[in-house]
């Protein structure tokens, strides 16, 4: 379990690691992370699931290794691998491709895949401490990919420094990532977080988007003074003036915005991250799909989490409520959690994705990328909301 100090993975820059069986991945996870963080074996194909490894890399910050099954893997089992793998590219933001022998066909087919996805790609020739004829393997490696191995021993550690320096000069335009509240809140403004306390929240404790935006706001050394819904006239009195700006929970999208001041801007943490995760435009641009649902649409409705569904819950109970009773009883409404979303997305109407508090900006762009290729609107879930309560033109 991750300690409450520590950056959230989904705001860690992700580095994958891809390559055949026994080529040294997970070698060199251990290499670069100075811990026994993956399974090493002889036996081709001992990883199985991506195994993900925080770390903290100097020059770049908190970042993740992900350590991938062999894309060579054969058989049923290895079908299901290597399947997994591919999840692990879309959301990688820089990926280590380890080379290994001379046929480096499927090596430099999963490149070009990577930097079809805008993937920035290290090639890595490992094992130079075993491999008699290491240089020619790099010279053909050269001439093959257009671009020059590093040569690494992950046993002898030599290569690592290489690696790293690379990966700092590798490091996405947007890697330095803008502030969730950035375009919405200036520095020293005075906010007032509306929270409702609900189920979804474990006891005790907030939900991430919450945490997140309020660390982003003290770090802007806002004033912030939070409530829940049914005190924010108690909390609006207490202030000497109005907030500079409101930011609710979406659910109650409609009673803040009655009750708000006119000075007030507003928004919600789920309209933040639509445009601290993903495309902010788009999702606005594809929430006015709804005017033409009907009963006979289809619509997709994506969490980042999964969890056992709870009364009220925002995306298998309120969400569909909402479209429902604006479309009719029987649009078709299906529900994808965690990573399980569809490649073929032609069947949907609109897909309506959470904040994806818990995805990388990488994987949530990788999405929108696919529902923008097969014309399919794709929206979020606190635009969606602010459209059907007819104030989307109105919120930050």
């Known amino acids: 379990m991750s300690s409450l100090n520590e950056t959230p993975r989904s705001d860690r820059l992700h580095i994958g690691i891809f390559g055949k069986r026994n080529s040294g991945k997970s070698s060199l996870v251990n290499a670069l992370t100075g811990q026994e963080a993956a399974l090493v074996s002889q036996v081709p194909g001992t990883t199985t699931d991506p195994v993900y490894k925080p770390m903290e890399i100097h020059g770049i910050g908190p970042v993740v290794f992900i350590d991938t099954a062999g894309f060579d893997d054969e058989g049923e089992l290895g079908e299901q691998r290597v399947k997994k793998t591919k999840e692990a590219l879309e959301k990688t933001d820089i990926a280590l491709m380890v080379l290994s022998g001379d046929d480096m066909e499927q090596e430099l087919k999963w490149t070009e895949q990577l930097k079809k996805n805008h993937t920035p790609v290290l090639l890595i020739m490992n094992k130079c401490d075993l491999i008699p004829d290491c240089k020619r393997l790099i ?168 969890h056992a569904p709870l009364s009220e819950d925002i995306g298998r109970v309120k969400i569909p409520r909402l479209l429902r009773k604006r479309v009719g009883e029987k649009l078709t409404i299906d529900l994808a959690a965690g990573q399980d979303f569809p490649e073929d997305l032609t069947s949907y109407d609109l897909v309506i994705q959470c904040g994806a508090c818990m995805f990388n900006r990488k994987y949530v762009l990788s999405r929108i990328e696919k529902a923008r290729s097969q014309n399919v609107p794709m929206s979020n879930y606190g635009v969606v909301i602010a459209y059907l309560n007819g104030i989307l033109d109105k919120i930050g």
């Open 139 to 306: 010279n053909r490696a050269e001439k093959l990919f257009q671009q020059t191995p590093i040569a690494v021993s992950a046993k002898e550690k030599t290569g690592i420094d290489e690696i790293r320096a690379e990966l700092i000069r590798k490091l996405p335009e947007d890697y330095d990532a803008k502030s969730i509240t950035e375009g919405v809140v200036q520095p020293g403004d005075t906010v007032l977080l509306i929270m409702p306390q609900d189920i979804q929240a474990p006891k005790g404790r907030l939900i991430l988007p919450q945490v997140q935006t309020i660390r982003d706001l003290l770090d802007k050394k806002c004033v912030v003074m939070s409530c829940t819904a049914d005190k924010m006239e108690e909390a609006l009195a207490a202030l000497a003036a109005p907030p500079d700006v409101i930011i609710t929970d979406s659910q109650v999208f409609k009673a803040v915005y009655e009750k708000k001041p006119e000075k007030s801007r507003l928004t919600s943490f789920s309209v933040l991250f639509a445009a601290h995760k993903g495309d902010i435009t788009y999702y606005r641009e594809s929430a006015s799909a709804i005017d033409n649902l009907t009963e006979n649409s289809r619509v997709l409705i994506a969490e980042a989490c999964t």
